[in-house]
């Protein structure tokens, strides 16, 4: 499918997008009609929910049985509620109390996803004396611990905290516990826990006395094979409820990709921001570096509606930041992918990945941040590729996901290129900062596992520092990659070929030629007439950005 608009679609809304999304999701089933406690569908009902979501449908009875289970779903369909209103019902219908210590932990990779998970867990139990404990980064520890020692029925962690705590607290007990979730289990993983969780396996009570269910937006067999889970798989109760294979390939998003020239990168993402100022706006990047650089130059030249969200924000700082982003009409979040998953940011208009997700699935999961959470609008997606990657495309084509070409004509980009080398070169905080997310940008794409797509050696390397604002790049080593070979070859042949016209021009002024040097320019001898106007290569673009 191709666009043949100049322009990337407005966000529609309501009609078909609407019935879309709940057809998707939804089901005619009540919460009612389970097995819950009273107070549970008293919450349910306040918390403005009738009936159940598809894995809600699906989980909860599996979960209320005992029976380990694997459950994958596309974010935005109710995976939180499906785990959490059973887990408070066994321990209310154990009966626990708070001298018993704990019966269920939530293990969750990011702080943001687990005070998210807080806040659900509190509402559901606020008509009881069931209590909920929270172990994150970021936060006192110290206050966890005296709570976690007082009793706290649900635990909801990261990994690195509740490690720290099964080590360190030893008034935390959890010698009762009978339930352990894994909330967004494959990016457990996929952030590096492996080492704490296998640590947090061997902790807690053996697998026998406790019941395991994994939920995750895309879900394989890796969590299953973590040392000390011991989880038997002919017995393990298995829920895909993702029928059209992920958010990224719903009827009310629509998706798209641009091809663009490395140089001219940051002028496209800045007049499309521009340009759609009253729109809602998620920017992904590669590395906290980049968020920070762009962050800080679009706030310097007049961009004022513009947020940052990274791994590197102390906790408050991030709260405070997603808070304003949902409750803004408009705006601008640039962000790593700490914010693609889990996040509730409701009515994302667009969402733009401007540099490369690291895997098809990580594509998946930050296309699921449009429109989450309203019906009523038709999100857009957009992915920004130089001409090499585009290779891609096959890639998520082969996972269901169906993009079109945007086109974007060259005279509508706004073209800031000259003043913003200006500031980069006599800025000096800038341009440390723009230094620094191009070598972060450099390392990440030269470690990325999809290098037949996006290889290293295929970027111009000055032309992309161009992009962040550089008109000398800075050098960046990267083990085992010769970044710099082509370089330094093509430089060594541009040497040479100018020393040859140079040792040309002399022996034809030995020879008495005519100087006929006004037609070598700083470009080297372009080979122009008297009657041929000369061009240096670093023109204005005339040609069609795709997108």
């Known amino acids: 499918m191709s666009a043949s608009a100049p322009n990337a679609p407005e966000p529609a809304g309501g009609g078909d997008a609407e019935n879309a999304k709940y057809q998707e ?9 389970t097995s819950l406690s009273p107070f549970l569908l008293e919450a349910v009902d306040a918390m403005g929910h009738k009936n159940m979501t598809r894995i ?4 909860i009875p599996v979960i209320l049985s005992g029976r380990n289970m694997t459950a994958k779903a596309h974010t935005g369909s109710g995976k939180s509620l499906a785990f959490l209103l059973p887990a408070i019902d066994l321990i209310h219908k154990a009966n626990m109390k708070l001298h018993h210590g704990t019966g269920v932990i939530v293990l969750t990779p990011t702080r943001e996803l687990a005070l998210q998970l807080y806040n659900v867990a509190t509402q559901l139990i606020s008509a009881t004396n069931i209590t909920v404990g929270l172990a994150i980064g970021g936060t006192s520890r110290q206050k966890e611990a005296n709570h976690l020692c007082k009793g706290a029925s649900v635990v909801i962690a990261t990994p690195g905290r509740l490690c720290d705590h099964l080590n360190n607290t030893p008034g935390f007990k959890t010698d009762k516990l009978f339930m ?7 990016m457990l993983l996929e952030y590096g826990f492996q080492q ?6 061997r902790m807690l009570p053996g697998p026998k006395l406790r019941q395991v269910c994994f939920f995750s937006a895309t879900m394989s067999d890796k969590c299953l094979e973590v040392p000390h889970m011991e989880v038997d798989k002919e017995t393990l109760v298995r829920i895909n409820t993702d029928v059209k294979s992920s958010a990224a390939t719903r009827a009310h998003f629509e998706q798209g990709y641009i091809i663009c020239p490395p140089e001219q990168r940051f002028l496209l993402l800045y007049t499309f921001m521009k340009r759609r100022s009253d729109k809602k706006i998620i920017v992904f990047l590669s590395s906290r570096d980049s968020v920070e650089f762009y962050y800080e130059f679009l706030r310097f030249i007049g961009m004022a509606s513009i947020l940052m969200l990274d791994g590197g924000m102390k906790q408050k700082q991030r709260m405070e930041t997603y808070n304003k982003f949902c409750n803004a009409q408009s705006g601008v979040l640039l962000a790593t992918n700490v914010a693609a998953r889990g996040l509730d ?10 540099d490369p997700p690291e895997s098809v699935e990580s594509y998946i999961h930050r296309a699921g941040r449009a429109c989450r959470g309203d019906t009523n609008k038709k999100g857009v997606g957009l992915l920004f590729l130089m001409s090499h990657e585009t290779k891609f495309i096959s890639f998520l084509k082969a996972h269901n996901v169906s993009l079109f070409e945007f086109e974007f004509p060259a005279d509508k980009i706004i073209n800031v290129q000259a003043e913003m080398e200006n500031l980069i070169a006599t800025i000096y905080y800038l341009r440390r900062k723009a230094q620094n997310a191009y070598r972060s940008f450099i390392s990440a794409y030269a470690s990325h596992h999809l290098k037949k ?4 050696n295929k970027i111009d390397l000055e032309c992309l520092g161009r992009s962040f604002g550089l008109t000398e790049v800075p050098r960046v080593d990267v083990p085992g990659i010769s970044l710099y070979k082509n370089m330094e070859r093509e430089a060594a042949k541009a040497a040479a ?6 040792a040309a021009l002399d022996a034809r002024k030995k020879g008495g030629d005519k100087d006929n040097s006004d037609h070598i320019s700083k470009y080297g001898n372009l ?21």
């Not at 809600?56 to 989980?59: C, D, K």
């Not at 080979?527 to 997108?547: H, I, L, Y």
Request: aromatic share 6%; proline share 4%; hydrophobic share 45%.
């Open 25 to 33: 999701i939804m089901t005619e089933t009540p919460f009612s009609e």
């Open 56 to 59: 809600q449908e699906a989980s």
């Open 180 to 186: 352990l979730i894994l909330d967004e289990a494959d």
């Open 196 to 201: 704490e969780l296998e640590a947090i396996l």
């Open 345 to 354: 940011l409701p009515a994302i208009d667009y969402v733009i990945q401007f």
């Open 453 to 456: 797509v996006f290889n290293v």
């Open 497 to 502: 070929k100018a020393a040859a016209a140079s």
């Open 527 to 547: 080979g122009t007439s008297d009657n041929e106007t000369e061009t240096a290569p670093q023109g204005q673009m005339t040609r069609k950005v795709k997108a």
